[in-house]
């Protein structure tokens, strides 16, 4: 084995690697360096020099990625597995790799996705969560809010839901989409025991996705009669 130095800290290196491949693997951390210095989300710990990590916050979601081992793993075992935690649980997640690039490449793409706010489409689909988080947050509060200022009080399984109704509402299907945010109201004011006032804080941002004429379209033609009983206290209440 070799320890070489990086930008970031030591990193162990088989001893038969060629030079051209270690070379390869400083610039690309060097690269991924710079990305994470110019970057508003990702943060650096390199308070012990053979272990850093890197980690950012997407809403209630600490990610935290190991770049180290994830590079060693890839040379001395062959596992190209990211190691890679979400609020301290492990994600698999299994790049494909190209034996002729630096191993560093594919965590330098996952940082860029996290500057690109976790597309869909790009996401891995084990990190989906982390996708939808960050288009709730950009959708109904802004690119500019603070992690602290998003603290909602959905499940994953509700925020994408309520992602999916506001795709509804804004293909023109207003009463499917409303119809889905009143039944995540239903359930979370009978089960979860949530306050009708918590319930219309929650709901409010997905609601103000239609217009005045689909809300009063939609009182009229409820999909459940209950369904009222939110729209007419939203109505009374201030927006404050």
Same mark, same amino acid.
């Given at each position: 084995m070799r !320890?070489?130095?990086? #930008?970031? /800290? ?10 051209e491949?270690?070379d390869? !693997?400083?610039? /690309? *951390?060097?690269?991924?360096? !710079? ?5 508003? &989300? ?11 990590? +890197? ?12 770049? =180290? %081992?994830?590079?060693?793993n ?7 597995? =990211?190691?890679?935690k *979400? ?5 698999c +997640?299994?790049? &494909? ?8 490449d594919? @965590?330098? &793409?996952?940082?860029?996705? /996290?500057?690109a ?16 988080? %960050?288009?709730? $947050?950009?959708?109904?509060?802004? @690119? ?8 909602? #009080?959905?499940?994953?399984?509700n925020?994408? %839901?309520?992602?999916q #109704?506001?795709?509804? $509402? ?6 499917? /989409? @409303?119809?889905?945010? =009143? #039944? ?21 941002p997905? +609601? ?14 409820? =999909? !459940?009669?209950t369904?009222? *009983? ?11």
């Amino acid at each position: 084995m070799r !320890e070489v130095d990086t #930008a970031i /800290g030591t990193l162990t290196l088989p001893k038969e690697l060629p030079q051209e491949r270690v070379d390869a !693997e400083i610039k /690309g *951390i060097k690269l991924f360096k !710079e990305i994470i210095d110019s970057s508003k &989300s990702w943060k650096l710990n390199d308070a012990i020099a053979k272990r850093p990590t +890197v980690y950012c916050r997407v809403g209630d979601l600490k990610i935290v990625l190991d770049p =180290f %081992q994830t590079i060693e793993n890839c040379y001395f075992i062959n596992n190209f597995h =990211f190691i890679l935690k *979400i609020n301290r649980r492990k994600v698999c +997640v299994l790049e &494909s790799h190209n034996s002729n690039t630096a191993y560093i490449d594919p @965590l330098i &793409s996952l940082l860029l996705l /996290g500057e690109a706010r976790w597309p869909m489409e790009l996401t891995p689909k084990t990190m989906e969560k982390v996708s939808i988080e %960050q288009q709730i $947050i950009d959708h109904h509060l802004g @690119l500019e809010c603070k992690a602290e200022s998003i603290r909602l #009080a959905f499940n994953t399984e509700n925020k994408k %839901q309520l992602l999916q #109704a506001i795709y509804e $509402i804004e293909n023109g299907n207003s009463q499917d /989409g @409303l119809a889905s945010i =009143f #039944a995540i109201a239903r359930l979370k004011y009978v089960c979860s025991m949530w306050t009708m006032n918590h319930v219309i804080d929650q709901i409010r941002p997905y +609601v103000n996705a239609c217009s005045d004429e689909q809300i009063a379209h939609y009182i009229e033609n409820p =999909f !459940e009669q209950t369904d009222r *009983i939110f729209l007419e206290k939203m109505i009374a209440i201030p927006n404050i």
